[in-house]
């Protein structure tokens, strides 16, 4: 079994670049089946994907997020991280790190960590 | 703004039958399989329907899925308490090379 574990500042000022780290347990992500993903909530809304990243260094991002969001994997922690740039209040939101499984046009989000609350303030 | 389209909030009794929409467009829910996201009272969201009507292991055939066109819905069949909580659709969208959401409907069991 998977598990995701999030990790990183809970308190970020603005302008400055929050970073987060996912602890990869269960699995390798090294794995060529899943694309490592970040999705956010805001408080009290909904769901918002920011993107991916593949082992191979390869990463995709939502395109309102892409000038500021820079996705990467460390193999030898087997860890992938999440770093967004010039943070402002709209950034504060509960951030989870989850595995997109891919398989035959199935894109499905079957793991998910527990999330972790990331506040933007001065 | 959400890619696909969610009614904010359903309601029902216990025992009764619930269906939440979903609406999106020919570049996701029109050419890509529909999931479906359960998340409970401060919790992280737990899949609960893929490739559109398929089940995990472990969740309760009393959920069901179904797509048609650029369109989805889930249906709870005998609505217990515990069903109480925020219900997401998703799809791969094509012209995003990614994932996108609709804004969630909140179940509120009566």
């Known amino acids: 079994q998977v598990q995701l574990q999030e990790s990183g500042p809970g308190l970020v000022k603005p302008s400055e670049t929050l970073s987060l780290t996912c602890t990869v347990s269960g699995g390798s992500v090294s794995s060529g089946s899943y694309y490592w993903s970040w999705i956010r909530q805001p408080p009290g809304k909904g769901l918002e994907w920011i993107g991916y990243?593949?082992?191979?260094?390869?990463?995709n991002y939502n395109p309102s997020l892409k000038s500021r969001v820079t996705m990467s994997v460390d193999t030898s922690k087997n860890q992938f991280s999440l770093k967004l740039s010039s943070v402002t209040a709209a950034d504060t939101a509960v951030y989870y790190c989850?595995?997109?499984?891919?398989?035959?046009?199935?894109?499905?989000?079957?793991?998910w960590g527990q999330g972790t609350l990331v506040t933007v303030s001065s | 703004q959400s890619v696909l389209t969610q009614p904010p909030s359903t309601s029902g009794t216990p025992g009764q039958r619930v269906t939440i929409s979903c609406s999106g467009s020919?570049?996701?829910?029109?050419?890509?399989?529909v999931y479906w996201y359960q998340q409970l009272p401060g919790t992280a969201p737990k899949l609960l329907i893929y490739r559109s009507n398929l089940r995990p292991s472990g969740v309760p055939d009393r959920f069901s899925g179904s797509k048609s066109g650029t369109s989805a819905s889930l249906a709870i069949s005998g609505l217990r308490s515990e069903d109480e909580a925020d219900y997401y659709c998703a799809a791969w969208d094509d012209s995003l090379s990614g994932v996108v959401f609709g804004g969630g409907t909140k179940l509120t069991v009566l």
């Open positions: 989850a595995i997109l499984r891919y398989s035959d046009y199935d894109y499905r989000l079957d793991y």
């Open positions: 020919s570049s996701n829910i029109g050419s890509n399989y």
């Open positions: 990243t593949y082992y191979s260094g390869s990463t």
